[in-house]
């Protein structure tokens, strides 16, 4: 089975610091991509990846960057952690091409105080 | 990207049948219809997707309208397991730009 693994499955972070979270998949997907979720506004785009070191913005970036160094691994990176950054965290990963599902991790739930 | 209309919940028997509704009237001939599944407490689950003929596998069916405005998710025999919220997505541009979540359909099972 395709497996997308995130690091951490709950994290407390303070406001101002510098967090980073971590997506690995072992099923050499070209695609990877990071959501959040929150209640009220369901699953939302934040970045998205088709190759190493390629990286686009999705419906909600401000705020966020990436890095995608390796295909297997995709980061999350948030520079100056704020509470409205706040969430559920899911990164997902798939082949390139329509014909294809994606594969979602378990998700990190992060809480900035 | 073309929109999808989903009930909001829905509400079924244990070991009966499951049909959840979709309808995407603006879908374009290159989208595929995907359905994904979350949860509670979890990441979403890919259950299946097409994108003309009505297609079969472990977890489900889908049936897809000749038209495509519209689609069908069945679960066969349902099981409290099945809980979950059901997400119909339509997906385009080669799989790799991300899918659009709606509220989806939050199915009860009842004992």
């Known amino acids: 089975d395709v497996k997308v693994t995130q690091s951490s499955r709950y994290l407390v972070k303070r406001t101002g610091e510098k967090v980073f979270l971590e997506c690995v998949q072992d099923m050499d997907h070209e695609n990877m991509f990071w959501y959040r979720q929150d209640p009220g506004l369901g699953l939302r785009l934040i970045y998205f990846?088709?190759?190493?070191?390629?990286?686009e913005k999705g419906d909600i970036p401000e705020g966020y960057s990436v890095s995608r160094e390796k295909k297997e691994r995709f980061s999350l990176i948030l520079e100056s952690a704020s509470t409205n950054q706040t969430s559920m965290y899911l990164c997902a990963s798939s082949l390139w091409g329509q014909d294809y599902g994606y594969t979602f991790g378990s998700g990190t739930r992060l809480t900035v105080v | 990207d073309a929109k999808t209309t989903q009930p909001n919940s829905m509400e079924s028997n244990e070991e009966e049948p499951v049909h959840l509704p979709c309808n995407h009237s603006?879908?374009?001939?290159?989208?595929?219809i995907h359905w994904y599944r979350q949860l509670p407490s979890q990441g979403p689950e890919y259950v299946i997707h097409g994108l003309t003929s009505n297609v079969n596998n472990r977890m489900a069916s889908l049936a897809i309208a000749e038209d495509r405005k519209s689609s069908t998710l069945i679960l066969h025999r349902a099981t409290l397991r099945d809980a979950a919220v059901y997400y119909c997505?339509?997906?385009?541009?080669?799989?790799?730009?991300?899918?659009?979540f709606g509220k989806g359909t939050h199915l009860i099972i009842q004992p």
């Open positions: 997505i339509l997906s385009s541009g080669g799989g790799a730009d991300g899918l659009t």
């Open positions: 603006t879908i374009s001939g290159t989208d595929y």
């Open positions: 990846s088709y190759d190493v070191k390629m990286k």
